[in-house]
C-alpha cells in the first residue's frame, strides 16, 4: 500500500512538474507568423524576433490621425507619450481606424484613449494599473472596442519586470489574429 502511495505521488509531482514547464515555454514562444508592420510613437521595442518578422516604422504622435490603415498593422505608444495620447483629438482615430492601438506602461490601462471625462494623469491616479506591462484597444465603430492586457511574468510570488520581450510575442500574435479576422 505504501508503495503504491510513493508511486502515486511521484507521478503527480511529474505531471504537476510537466504541466508548469509547458505553461512556461508558452510564455516564451516568438512569434513566428507573417510579416507585420507596426507604427511606433517613442522607443522602438527590444524584442526577440527580427526584422525579417517584425517590422517597426517611428511615427510622430500628431501622425495617428493620419495612420494609414492598410500600410500598418497595429500602433505601439510608448510610455513616455500615453499622456499626450490621451487627448481627445485622437479618440475617435483609437475607436475607428480598426488596426489595434498598443499602451506600453499605461497605468490608466486605455481609460483615457477612449474617454476623456479625465486626464490620463487623474485616470492613472485612479486605476494605478502596475500589473500589466501593455493595454491593447481595437475600435470597431459605434464608439464600441475591444480589449487586451499583457500583464508581467509572476516569479517566485513577485511581479518580475526586467524581461518584457515575450509580452511584444504576445501582442504579435494579437496582431495577427486581428489581420487574419479583418481579412475573413
Known amino acids: 500500500m505504501k508503495k503504491n502511495l510513493k508511486i502515486l505521488s511521484v507521478f503527480i509531482i511529474l ?3 510537466l504541466l508548469g514547464c509547458s505553461a512556461l515555454k508558452t510564455n516564451t ?6 510579416k507585420l508592420n507596426i507604427a511606433v510613437v517613442g522607443e522602438t521595442p527590444k524584442i526577440n524576433e527580427d526584422e525579417s518578422t517584425i517590422n517597426f516604422k517611428n511615427i510622430s504622435l500628431e501622425d495617428i490621425n493620419r495612420i494609414d490603415s492598410k500600410s500598418y498593422d ?3 505608444i510608448s510610455k513616455n507619450y500615453l499622456s499626450q495620447a490621451a487627448n481627445k483629438k485622437y479618440k475617435d482615430t483609437y475607436l475607428n481606424s480598426f488596426i489595434p492601438f498598443f499602451f506600453v506602461e499605461s497605468k490608466a490601462s486605455i481609460l483615457p484613449f477612449v474617454d476623456n471625462a479625465l486626464t490620463y494623469e487623474q485616470y492613472a491616479n485612479r486605476v494605478n494599473d502596475k500589473q500589466d506591462y501593455i493595454t491593447g484597444l481595437l ?5 464600441e472596442y475591444k480589449t487586451w492586457q499583457y500583464g508581467y511574468n509572476i516569479t517566485n510570488n513577485k511581479v518580475d519586470r526586467t524581461n518584457v520581450k515575450h509580452i511584444y510575442s504576445q501582442v504579435f500574435k494579437t ?10
Do not use: F, M, P
Open 15 to 17: 505531471i504537476l512538474s
Open 175 to 184: 496582431i495577427e489574429k486581428v489581420k487574419k479576422e479583418k481579412r475573413s
Open 74 to 76: 497595429a500602433v505601439i
Open 29 to 34: 514562444k516568438i512569434y513566428k507568423g507573417n
Open 139 to 143: 475600435g470597431t465603430g459605434n464608439n
